[in-house]
């Protein structure tokens, strides 16, 4: 059997990201684990046939803070129990971030929500859950949130 020691719990601050911060705090509760939560943003850059619009300093660092202001808040929220809990933030693409942090943290499972988005809205979006489940080196566990109609 497994051992859960490491948690890893990425966010992007939705109600299913919620979700699935609750799940995993029942199951590292009941099997004495740790947690870490961590976002990642990413710097936008829209290319263009000319060249490219990227973001300024000034916005790059607003995005920074405001992504650490609001890991901070979901990690404070639950800081105090049994569980112990930290975080990592991150800049970068988020599925690529998740994996990273969990090979530099030795998680031993991701616990990340999923939108349940379809058409054109997951074309549009992506999907950071399905492209973490295809690439990680680690189990995954997938909690759904509510769909989108």
Do not use: C, Q
């Not at 705090?25 to 939560?37: D, H, K, Q």
């Not at 994996?99 to 998680?107: G, H, P, R, Y």
């Not at 379809?118 to 080196?137: D, H, I, M, Q």
């Amino acid at each position: 059997m497994a051992e859960f020691r490491r948690i890893l719990v990425p966010t992007d601050f939705t109600d299913t990201s919620e979700k699935a911060l609750d799940w995993a705090f029942a199951l590292a509760e009941r099997l004495g684990s740790a947690i870490t939560v961590m976002h990642s943003y990413e710097i936008p850059i829209v290319g263009f046939p000319d060249g490219a619009l990227v973001a300024t300093a000034d916005i790059a660092a607003r995005m920074a803070e405001a992504s650490g202001t609001g890991l901070e808040h979901v990690v404070a929220k639950r800081r105090g129990g049994k569980t112990k809990v930290d975080s990592v933030l991150r800049e970068g693409v988020a599925w690529e971030e998740i994996n990273k942090v969990a090979d530099e943290i030795d998680a031993d499972i991701i616990v990340i929500g999923t939108h349940g988005r379809k058409g054109l809205a997951r074309a549009l979006l992506g999907s950071v859950a399905e492209n973490v489940v295809r690439t990680a080196t680690r189990p995954v566990l997938t909690i759904h949130g509510p769909r989108e109609k």
